[in-house]
């Protein structure tokens, strides 16, 4: 008869079995290949990362990256900013999605809305008067336009990366 320690042994490493991931070297870094011009960020094996623009077409059987760094001006085969690196020094790749605008836009939609009503509180401290209903909601539906227009802006500066396919 087996003790209940030894049931937890073989519980834990059933456990640790099932939760097992491949390591990133043993999966590839692309399952469909990336078109020149397309812009990447590189994971390097230092742990570094280097933002890409690619100048030759990269599938999941080449055996090099030829890219000019990105963001910077353009650059030719042979330049200063042109980089050929081994395949093998990259672990993971990472698409260019945009921006964060629309994430800076819901924030400052959600922050335009008790500033809203500090706009209505200023108001209507500084005048003899209460606004009606409709000031209001003016008040309230024009802060969180201006406050969403000022977050989609500043979320245009922040960079979206995703998975490569």
Same mark, same amino acid.
Do not use: N
């Given at each position: 008869?087996?003790?209940?320690?030894?049931?937890?042994?073989? @519980?834990?490493?059933?456990?640790?079995?099932?939760?097992?991931?491949?390591?990133?070297?043993?999966?590839?870094?692309?399952?469909?290949?990336? *078109?020149?011009? +397309?812009?990447?960020?590189?994971?390097?094996?230092?742990? %570094?990362? /280097?933002?890409? $623009?690619?100048?030759?077409?990269?599938?999941? *059987?080449?055996?090099?990256?030829?890219?000019?760094?990105?963001?910077?001006?353009?650059?030719?085969?042979?330049?200063?900013?042109?980089?050929?690196?081994? +395949?093998?020094?990259?672990?993971?790749?990472?698409?260019?999605?945009?921006?964060?605008? $629309?994430?800076? @836009?819901?924030?400052?939609?959600?922050?335009?809305?008790?500033?809203?009503? /500090?706009?209505?509180?200023?108001?209507?401290?500084?005048? /003899?008067? %209460?606004?009606?209903?409709?000031?209001?909601?003016?008040?309230? +539906?024009? %802060?969180?336009?201006?406050?969403?227009?000022?977050?989609?802006?500043? @979320?245009?500066?922040?960079?979206?990366?995703?998975?490569?396919?």
């Amino acid at each position: 008869m087996r003790s209940w320690r030894s049931y937890g042994a073989i @519980g834990a490493v059933s456990l640790a079995a099932l939760a097992a991931q491949p390591a990133p070297a043993q999966q590839p870094l692309l399952t469909q290949p990336l *078109d020149s011009g +397309a812009v990447v960020r590189l994971r390097l094996r230092d742990g %570094s990362r /280097e933002g890409a $623009k690619l100048l030759a077409p990269f599938a999941p *059987d080449s055996q090099s990256f030829s890219y000019c760094r990105w963001p910077a001006l353009p650059c030719v085969r042979g330049g200063e900013r042109y980089v050929t690196r081994p +395949a093998r020094d990259v672990l993971g790749v990472e698409i260019h999605r945009g921006s964060q605008w $629309k994430l800076g @836009g819901i924030v400052g939609a959600l922050a335009g809305v008790p500033m809203g009503f /500090e706009l209505i509180a200023l108001s209507e401290f500084m005048g /003899e008067q %209460s606004l009606s209903g409709s000031e209001r909601f003016r008040a309230i +539906a024009g %802060s969180v336009v201006g406050w969403a227009l000022y977050g989609a802006m500043i @979320g245009e500066f922040f960079q979206r990366w995703g998975p490569a396919p």
